[in-house]
């Protein structure tokens, strides 16, 4: 690749996303590991027992989207619900000490919702969840939008909102209808990790991130993991659910940024993968990060790739910081 773009890429990650702001809204989630061994089989039942050497909690769901913005300096800020419990308090308490603004969080009297993963070795044994998938609606919703449109007056307007749908009752279609309209009347970039088939509820948004998966998920025919397939694909969901432009994540093809007439096929760089879950929460992050930083979409994809990139070496929900995006940029190359 050309000396200037990689300096461009490099010079946006050092010194500016500190000037970008940022709204997360989406499902807050806790994430826990429980890490352990397995060396011998319970007398009371034929399962096995794990003794656990160490455990982890960390922020998950939108609010890793909202780690990930954080990690890299952006001033970022956080709407969606949480219950009032232990696992509410240590989501709050995380929050807090990565300087995420959390004050339009809306506490319900549903659990926050919580994933306990329980690890044998390197084998995943079981996952325990703590949810109320219910759409929110009602005074619950009422307080979030309000919450909202607070953070987009003038006094503390933001430079893009990223709705983070995991399919867990707040990205209801009244709230991201509502979200999308009000951020197009004040000239305020939005970009949508989309969950399910219903993308009606996107409607107007910027730009909307799904994997190969999710794209599959509204289509009539799933798709190849090939660039005419996933290109032509993205055309037609962009077009049938009024969507501006879409970048698909590919797992390890890449990425394919379709923006306009334009598009764009970025390989991933050929490296050994431990874990998936968290990487479209980075995509999403960096990607918008960096055009509110007012970089190009092509720009902004390449460093979006190039994230993911560290984050899939990792074990368990991660969140990429400054420095290991500087180190990933030493090497990088465009193809």
Request: hydrophobic share 40%; charged share 25%; with cysteine.
């Amino acid at each position: 690749m050309d000396k200037s773009f990689k300096d461009n890429l490099r010079d946006f990650v050092e010194n500016k996303t500190g000037g970008c702001k940022i709204l997360v809204v989406g499902d807050v989630m806790l994430d826990k590991y429980y890490y352990g061994e397995v060396t011998r089989i319970s007398p009371e039942a034929p399962v096995p027992i794990n003794h656990i050497l160490s455990t982890k909690e960390t922020l998950g769901g939108a609010a890793n989207v909202a780690h990930n913005l954080a990690l890299l300096g952006c001033q970022t800020s956080i709407a969606g619900f949480v219950g009032e419990d232990h696992h509410g308090e240590t989501l709050v308490d995380k929050l807090l000490a990565r300087g995420i603004d959390y004050f339009d969080l809306v506490h319900t009297n549903q659990p926050t919702t919580t994933k306990i993963r329980i690890i044998g070795g390197h084998q995943q044994m079981m996952r325990l969840d703590f949810e109320n998938t219910a759409p929110v609606v009602g005074d619950d919703a009422n307080n979030l939008m309000e919450n909202i449109s607070d953070q987009l007056n003038e006094a503390r307007s933001v430079d893009a909102v990223i709705i983070s749908d995991y399919g867990k009752g707040a990205c209801t279609v009244d709230i991201c209808q509502k979200i999308i309209k009000l951020c197009r009347k004040k000239n305020v970039l939005v970009v949508v990790d989309p969950k399910g088939n219903q993308w009606q509820k996107y409607s107007g948004a910027n730009f909307i991130t799904p994997n190969l998966k999710e794209l599959n998920d509204v289509l009539d025919m799933p798709i190849k993991n090939e660039d005419k397939e996933v290109e032509i694909a993205a055309r037609f969901v962009t077009k049938k659910y009024n969507i501006e432009n879409i970048i698909v994540t590919r797992s390890d093809r890449g990425l394919t940024l379709v923006d306009g007439e334009n598009v764009t096929h970025i390989k991933a760089k050929a490296q050994e993968v431990f874990d998936v879950s968290g990487a479209g929460d980075t995509v999403i992050a960096v990607f918008t990060l960096a055009l509110a930083g007012n970089m190009k979409s092509t720009a902004a994809a390449y460093l979006a790739n190039l994230a993911a990139g560290v984050v899939v070496a990792k074990i368990g929900t991660y969140a990429v910081s400054r420095d290991e995006l500087l180190y990933a940029l030493e090497s990088f190359s465009r193809i």
